[in-house]
């Protein structure tokens, strides 16, 4: 139903008295009815159907529930034409412990995504065989010099929801083959003044002290006029972990690992509303995780075991920090505009590394600096008969800076000293994108229809450096000369749903992403006489199809997809040469995801997921499997809970499948599958609510997907039984 604005500026709603607004009167109006309206151009509103409220406590949501990871403006999920999943704060406290982290998180709840690491680090954690782009409030994580650590910049503690879209997306640029995770962090919600308060503790079955974890976190939030704010700090200290025999974990050489590890994750958030249309926005966050520990790595008995005795003064670490400022104007001649600029700063450490008489014991840091602007206008179109539509269109901008240094070290047994001697892991880069992008969305009787395109330019300035890999190859200093490397691409992507009623949809899509080859991480391993224009022609464009139907009923929620993604360019991690390998030759990834959640009755609901992926790469004319570092396994998982009257209990279970396709195609090493257990629990208290869990509750003695596919074995093994308890108030 179409509204002229003019019939009602400065008119009176039955609820109000004076003359107000054309907004104001129709909310008025509008009130209990069950309807809404939106703006459709200057003078003229539209009043449709509001969407069904939600329940954030009540499970699975519908699919009235709006995001806007996957459309950069929002969007219902009955409106995507793909996979979508949304992850709630209640959802996210069920899963945490103290110490825990949100790659364990993901890792359990979202099919497609490979288990966590266990480690400092996600890296191996693909979705759908590519890399996933992770955003935090809608900022990218991913930098050029991948190193793996963007599900290790938050504490689920500062987390309101994530937005998992899996599939590639064309309108975020590089990074996005595999899907998006975008982490939005907590907020004022519009209180005048709220504290809330978290304190846990967690340990191994064993109970001894030095297994203890703990954390705590505290927010207050408040609002005045029109200035509102948000403050939180959360601080972990994670100390010894034990597998399934009680033995200490030993330390993981390439990635870090959790053991002995302090954490804070600092945020700091302010808006402002300059009027009933426009607001600014200010966001703040420093994130730092630290180790200190006193133990290495050894072999006894063909076993990987915990050596005391360590003395290292620079361990592994991450550091990241980040300023966000947005403003957005609702009304900008009828069109709904955002700017947001930001700035972040990202640093990690990994533990020394022998590269061999050459180079030596050697430790890595990185750091990658990056600044941008990204705008977007969100504007309604004329109608078409009863076709409505919109545009999102806008430009983003971007400038990075990464480095990576490597520190020699003397060592004599456990006790590594510095030698002072620095070498450059790979050239120093600068990284300037530009980019284009508008989608358009239809909606037409049954059918929604979205379709867009992005285009990218990607200029890499390539300092001239030192050859790391002439250094530790041959032990001669060679200079490796830079340059400029350009990439320029138009990505496109195509999606309809098909409305079978307001509790089913069917949608297919198609989408293209890419991600850029890790250049620094690349030219690190090469000689001198290399020629980095090699890498211009392989930035590695995505292909996506999927084809799928979800449905949301008061006692089910079920959704299947199936998916294909295809590329001319092949890269992986190598854990026989411990090389990056990147060739011109065709990949193919499909696969099949499904999740269902069946309400038994107001209290008792049971369901899970699976995923299984299978990738390929056309080695001379033959088809071969990608190693698991690319391709997860098999993953099921499974769940029964009892939700009543204040009272929570969930069972689940999480399988991974074997595989040795990669191994016997002579890519990557064979993975034996596993299974684990939780039992989770919560009670609601006159004050506060208490939550309980048992992870790996049978005690299983195993090693994670990541230290059988990449790391040096003996492997070691994963974290046995551990107990958790927590409490956690709003005052």
Same mark, same amino acid.
């Given at each position: ?12 709603? =039955? ?42 406590? /009540? ?39 103290? $110490? +825990? ?15 966590? #690491? ?11 065989? +590519? ?26 503690? #500062? ?17 996005? /083959? ?17 504290? /809330?308060? +978290? ?9 001894? %002290? ?56 600092? %945020? ?19 994130? *730092? ?13 063909? *076993? ?48 020394? @590394? ?23 206008? *969100?504007?309604?179109? =004329? ?115 098909? %409305? ?44 996506? @199809?999927?084809?799928?139907? +979800? ?53 008792? #609901? ?50 991974? *499948? ?34 309980? $869990? ?22 070691? %093994? ?14």
């Amino acid at each position: 139903m179409g509204v002229d604005a003019t019939l009602l500026r400065g008119k009176s709603a =039955p609820a109000l008295q004076g003359d107000y607004s054309a907004e104001q009167a129709l909310d008025a109006l509008l009130q209990g009815s069950g309807l809404q309206w939106r703006l459709s151009g200057q003078n003229s509103y539209v009043v449709q159907p509001a969407p069904a409220p939600v329940d954030l406590d /009540s499970g699975p949501l519908s699919l009235s529930e709006t995001l806007v990871t996957a459309s950069r403006s929002q969007a219902s999920i009955a409106s995507i034409p793909g996979t979508v999943q949304v992850i709630q704060a209640p959802q996210i406290a069920q899963q945490s412990a103290a $110490g +825990r982290k949100v790659a364990d998180i993901l890792g359990t709840l979202v099919p497609g995504l490979a288990p966590s #690491s266990g480690t400092m680090s996600n890296y191996g954690q693909t979705l759908r065989g +590519r890399n996933v782009l992770v955003l935090i409030d809608g900022v990218s994580q991913n930098a050029s010099r991948d190193v793996s650590r963007q599900l290790n910049s938050v504490a689920p503690s #500062s987390i309101e929801r994530i937005e998992v879209v899996s599939g590639a997306s064309s309108l975020y640029g590089a990074g996005a /083959s595999g899907g998006i995770i975008n982490i939005i962090t907590k907020r004022n919600d519009g209180q005048a003044l709220a504290m /809330s308060s +978290r304190v846990g503790i967690s340990s191994a079955d064993n109970f001894n %002290h030095k297994g203890f974890a703990y954390e705590g976190f505290q927010s207050v939030t408040g609002r005045q006029d029109a200035l509102d704010w948000y403050l939180s700090a959360d601080l972990v200290q994670r100390n010894d972990q034990f597998d399934g025999n009680g033995k200490r974990i030993p330390q993981e050489a390439f990635q870090g690992s959790n053991m002995d590890t302090e954490s804070h994750d600092l %945020h700091a958030k302010f808006g402002y509303d300059l009027n009933e249309q426009r607001r600014v926005t200010l966001a703040l966050q420093e994130y *730092e995780d630290k180790q200190d520990t006193g133990y290495v790595a050894g072999t006894q008995n063909g *076993e990987s075991v915990a050596v005391k005795g360590l003395q290292l003064s620079d361990q592994p670490f991450t550091h990241n920090q980040a300023v966000n400022f947005n403003y957005s104007d609702s009304d900008l001649f009828g069109q709904q505009l955002l700017v947001e600029s930001y700035w972040r700063k990202q640093q990690a450490r990994f533990f020394p @590394y022998n590269w061999g008489a050459n180079a030596g014991v050697v430790a890595s840091e990185s750091e990658a600096r990056v600044y941008g602007l990204r705008a977007a206008v *969100e504007s309604s179109l =004329p109608s078409i008969g009863s076709a409505t539509g919109s545009l999102v269109w806008g430009a983003d901008l971007e400038n990075e800076q990464v480095s990576q240094d490597g520190d020699r070290y003397s060592v004599d047994g456990l006790v590594y000293t510095p030698t002072g001697q620095r070498y450059a892991f790979g050239p120093d880069i600068e990284t300037n994108t530009t980019a284009l992008f508008a989608q358009t969305t239809w909606d037409i009787g049954d059918w929604t229809l979205r379709g867009g395109a992005r285009h990218e330019w990607i200029h890499s300035d390539v300092d001239d450096s030192v050859a790391f890999g002439g250094i530790w190859q041959a032990g001669v200093s060679e200079v490796l000369p830079g340059g400029t490397l350009k990439y320029e691409d138009t990505l496109y992507n195509l999606g309809a749903v098909y %409305h079978l009623s307001s509790a089913q949809d069917l949608f297919v899509n198609f989408s293209q992403g890419f991600s850029l080859p890790d250049i620094q991480r690349f030219l690190r391993d090469v000689r001198g006489s290399y020629d980095i224009h090699d890498l211009n022609a392989q930035a590695i464009k995505v292909d996506s @199809y999927e084809l799928g139907w +979800r449905g949301d009923w008061e006692s089910l929620q079920a959704n299947v997809t199936v998916f294909e993604n295809r590329s001319d360019v092949t890269q992986y991690y190598d854990s026989v040469t411990r090389a990056q390998r990147l060739i011109d030759q065709k990949e193919r990834v499909r696969g099949i995801e499904t999740a269902l959640t069946y309400h038994l009755s107001n209290a008792w #609901s049971l369901g899970g997921t699976y995923a299984w992926t299978k990738g390929e790469t056309d080695q001379n004319g033959e088809w071969r499997d990608l190693p698991a570092t690319r391709i997860s396994p098999a993953k099921t998982t499974a769940f029964v809970e009892f939700d009543d009257q204040g009272y929570n209990l969930r069972l689940q279970a999480l399988r991974l *499948e074997s595989y040795d396709e990669g191994f016997k195609d002579g890519n990557g090493r064979k993975i034996e599958g596993y299974t684990t257990v939780d039992l989770l629990a919560g009670v609601a208290l006159p004050v506060g609510k208490l939550e309980m $869990g048992v992870y790996n509750l049978s005690d299983r003695n195993y090693e994670t997907l990541y230290m059988q596919a990449n790391a040096a074995a003996p492997y070691p %093994h994963a974290e046995g039984r551990r107990l958790a308890l927590s409490y956690a108030v709003d005052w």
